[in-house]
């Protein structure tokens, strides 16, 4: 993935939490499996903009530290901060090269992490520096693009993505386009890695009691746009979340 691309987009990335896929699908699915933080440390991997680390800050978390591969992306995640002050902080850092902490962390999180390792080898190196990242028993929990996604299926339009097979492959899995359906649009490529190359690589970790979670839609999107409208998305997933133990 591009740092430069990411350092372009800055601010703007905060717009995808407004497209109904990632409204009533990938925000309601990823709070709901992270559950209860209150009194909780986390550690927000590839934070972006903070949009997860400001909710779970909200949410009761004692301590949240965002760290992000861009500049631009912590400066946006911090310049929000300075105009809702929550005690977040924030910092910019490759967690392929993650640094270590004075104290572990009680849970991590990596919405859009491992999917960017170049091959399994980084991805393995970014698994451990997160489980040496948590006090043992602490929880790390992902959201990636779903290993067996049909690239063949309805179109995701009308959530306000495409998502498309660039024909390339690399040791992880097949490369894959993301745009969001933004004025303008924001594309950006990464991989859609195999589940064995998950499991393996966070295994060698050391992490344990590795469950996939569905996507699901609230309540709430059900509401907005009715029962039929979801059906594509949920026959065929473009995401897919799991959680495992340190």
């Known amino acids: 993935m591009s740092v430069q691309l990411y350092d372009e987009i800055g601010e703007a990335f905060e717009g995808f939490k407004s497209l109904p896929l990632t409204k009533y699908g990938e925000v309601p699915s990823f709070l709901g499996m992270v559950g209860d933080v209150r009194g909780r440390s986390v550690l927000d991997l590839a934070s972006g903009t903070g949009f997860y680390s400001r909710e779970l800050k909200r949410r009761g978390a004692s301590e949240v530290l965002g760290i992000d591969i861009s500049g631009e992306m912590v400066a946006a995640a911090q310049a929000f901060e300075e105009s809702e002050p929550l005690g977040v902080r924030y910092e910019v850092g490759d967690v392929a090269e993650l640094r270590e902490f004075d104290e572990p962390f009680d849970l991590a999180l990596g919405v859009q992490l491992l999917n960017y390792a170049p091959d399994v080898a980084a991805m393995e190196r970014m698994c451990r520096n997160v489980h040496r990242s948590l006090r043992p028993g602490g929880e790390f929990f992902v959201l990636a693009q779903k290993p067996d996604y049909r690239f063949d299926g309805p179109s995701l339009e009308k959530y306000g993505f495409l998502c498309e097979a660039t024909g390339e492959e690399i040791e992880t899995g097949p490369r894959v386009r993301i745009t969001a359906l933004l004025d303008p649009p924001i594309s950006f490529v990464g991989a859609c ?54």
């Open 193 to 246: 890695p195999r589940r064995e190359v998950y499991e393996g690589s966070l295994r060698a970790a050391g992490f344990s009691e590795l469950t996939w979670v569905p996507l699901e839609v609230s309540e709430a999107g059900v509401r907005e746009y009715g029962a039929d409208f979801w059906a594509d998305c949920l026959a065929n997933p473009p995401f897919e979340l799991l959680r495992c133990r340190a």
